[in-house]
């Protein structure tokens, strides 16, 4: 699903407000191992990531970096607030693509980038990319999924357009809105690239509701 997401007439090629574009080509994402990763982050058990949506609210859920523990409680690392799905009727439909949120699941992290180019209506700048997942009816795939933000390709942020939105640059809370993928604030999944650098890259998405 390409991605830009927000609610207006969204879409990766639809509109959310400033949605993504759905099939928009892009550089090659870095693939995993991440460079920065070192050895003994790697051997220590792990980081995987964690996304628990909010029934009552999906632009309030919640996107964790966890390290498994052998014999105990896996230790947060970093937690930040993260929507998916367009806040439509469909926005928590799992099998409602460029709509709905992502379906319950585990996933692979495929790779990861800071320099994302999917134009006006899809991903830029700083960009997880995740396997895709057939939803809960067996037939519906989901596809082009990643954690992204709003921002420009070079994970600089755009001018204010008073009056409307700039789908290079986050303009607020409705921006927390997407075609499906997970959208965090600039701030946040710059932090999270910094974590996952740190710790180690995760190779897995976790989504639970």
Known sequence: MRIRQRIVPLAAALALTGGLAATEAAPALAAHPASGQTAAAAAAGGTYLYFDKNQSSPSNSVLYLKKSVANGR????????????????????????????????????????????????????????????????????????????????????????????????????????SLGCIKLTPAHIKNLFAK??????????TVVS
């Open 74 to 177: 896996d230790k947060v690392l970093a937690k930040y607030r993260a929507g998916s799905g367009n806040g439509g009727r469909n926005g928590r439909n799992e099998c409602a693509s460029m709509q709905g949120w992502l379906p319950n699941g585990s996933y692979r992290v495929l790779a990861h980038t800071t320099h994302h180019n999917g134009g006006a209506r899809g991903v830029n700048g700083y960009a997880i990319q995740v396997q895709d997942k057939v939803c809960r009816n067996g037939r519906t795939k989901r596809t082009e999924l990643f954690v992204h933000s709003e921002m420009r390709p070079d994970g600089t942020q755009g001018a204010r357009q008073p009056g409307r939105d700039n789908p290079y640059r986050w303009d607020g809370n409705n921006d927390y809105f």
């Open 196 to 205: 996952a650098a740190h710790y180690g890259w995760p190779k897995k998405l």
